[in-house]
């Protein structure tokens, strides 16, 4: 330990911290890249030819030996106390001039670490790759039990409906590539709050409810995914997976703690958010249901991957479809609505054009015009187009005779 050669020492040293860092700025400069999303196809950007199992490797190796060898130093000088401080020493060298540093300078110029490291390390990492592939493999053997259990879970989570929805819209794509191209470009100006289930409609389950009402529930329910909460839907917990307990529910053996346990946290959606760009997010968040909640933080309802992608799809649809449970027609001509209907949907199956930038549902939009809880004698005139109040309950429409005039007005008046 006294013949130590303290020049060869530190040169080693030095040379090690300099291919750490290096390899982190490589590493960091595929990782920008990657998490990039521009406008250019994905193959256009510039891509990391060397193996990422050598890149560890190599890297782990490099800082290895610059702690052995800073320790072995700090003890030719330091007697006892060296270890301790080369433990320090190391771990602040390591950290900013191998990581903190690299990292800074690839996500400046990301391009020129992976140009760098495609030309000078790809022979380096071929090489090294062979001792490399032992530990993948051994890694691979400890994850292996786990990837077997969580599978069928994350099978589950993919609905029917999702399936059918984009075999339809493939579907739909090759016969009507330029209306689907329109159709996907106008979900820029339609906003999370157009196609929202309203918070009145939303099925969830209660907290504070016993236990049996919640497994009848969810007996009855159709919905995978539903939000949990505490008294009112403005506090919520979590959103429920029902498939992961369904097994529970003939048997009645489900528990709330079982229940807790099959949920996972909620995702809150801003209700201006457009849809083209709600779509993106569902995808990046790996998400298929999300709260809808105002400036306030206020839940105004939900919406669903399904709910996009029925507005791309049903543009391809006949507009002037009845295929809505909550319109039903009469042979004059005349139509009975269910208030709960929502204006963008009852416009687009009629072909109508009732105004929808302000309330979303039709009991919304009467109780606007009327500025009051209207009684069911009420008849009102919006536009061109008359409609009569046949039933309300709880304060609020609940079925309404609506037909076209030649009128174009806004008035109410009573029977």
């Known amino acids: 330990m006294d013949n130590l050669p303290l020049g060869p020492v530190l040169g080693v040293m030095a040379l ?19 998490a990039q999303r521009p406008n250019n196809r994905a193959g256009d950007r510039p891509r990391l030819e060397v193996m990422l199992q050598s890149l560890v490797l190599s890297k782990t190796l490099c800082n290895v030996v610059s702690v052995i060898l800073g320790t072995l130093l700090a003890i030719h000088l330091l007697d ?6 080369a433990g320090f020493g190391a ?14 300078l690839a996500s400046r110029h990301p391009q020129a670490f992976i140009s760098l490291g495609n030309g000078l390390l790809k022979p380096v990492f071929k090489a090294i790759y062979p001792l490399a592939w032992p530990f993948e493999c051994i890694a691979k053997l400890v994850l292996r039990p786990f990837t077997v259990q969580s599978g069928p879970i994350a099978q589950q989570d993919n609905d029917d409906t999702t399936g059918k929805l984009l075999n339809e819209l493939a579907k739909d794509a090759r016969a009507h590539k330029p209306q689907l191209t329109n159709s996907i470009q106008a979900l820029d100006k339609i906003t999370v709050n157009d196609i929202l289930v309203p918070r009145s409609e939303v099925d969830g389950i209660n907290l504070d409810d016993p236990i049996e009402e ?21 506090q919520v917990e979590a959103v429920l997976n029902t498939r992961r307990i369904s097994h529970l529910l003939p048997r009645g053996e489900l528990t709330v703690e079982q229940l807790l346990a099959a949920c996972y946290e909620p995702y809150f959606v801003p209700e201006s958010t457009p849809l083209q760009l709600q779509l993106l997010n569902f995808h990046k968040q790996q998400r298929r249901l999300g709260l809808v909640v105002d400036e306030y933080g206020e839940v105004q309802g939900i919406v669903t991957l399904e709910d996009i992608l029925e507005e791309i799809v049903g543009e391809f649809e006949d507009e002037h479809s009845l295929d809505n449970p909550h319109i039903h027609p009469l042979a004059d001509g005349r139509f009975v609505i269910e208030g709960a209907v929502s204006i963008r949907e009852l ?3 009629l072909g109508w054009h009732l105004p929808c930038d302000g309330p979303k549902t039709l009991n919304g939009l009467v109780t606007e015009a009327l500025e009051s809880i209207p009684e069911t004698t009420v008849c009102l005139k919006i536009g061109r187009y008359r409609l009569e109040i046949l039933e309300t309950e709880e304060n ?3 079925r309404v005779l609506v037909w076209q005039t030649g009128a174009l007005s806004l008035s109410g008046r009573k029977r």
């Open 91 to 104: 771990t602040c060298i390591i950290l900013t001039f191998t990581e903190f540093l690299p990292r800074l």
């Open 16 to 34: 090690t911290l300099l291919w750490s860092a290096l390899f982190t700025a490589v590493e960091a400069a595929q990782n920008h890249l990657a």
């Open 347 to 349: 416009n687009k199956c």
């Open 396 to 398: 609020r429409v609940s």
């Open 214 to 234: 919640i497994i009848e529930q969810l007996i009855i329910s159709r919905h995978t995914r539903l939000p949990v909460f505490h008294s009112d839907i403005n």
């Open 80 to 85: 006892a106390r060296g270890p301790w401080l």
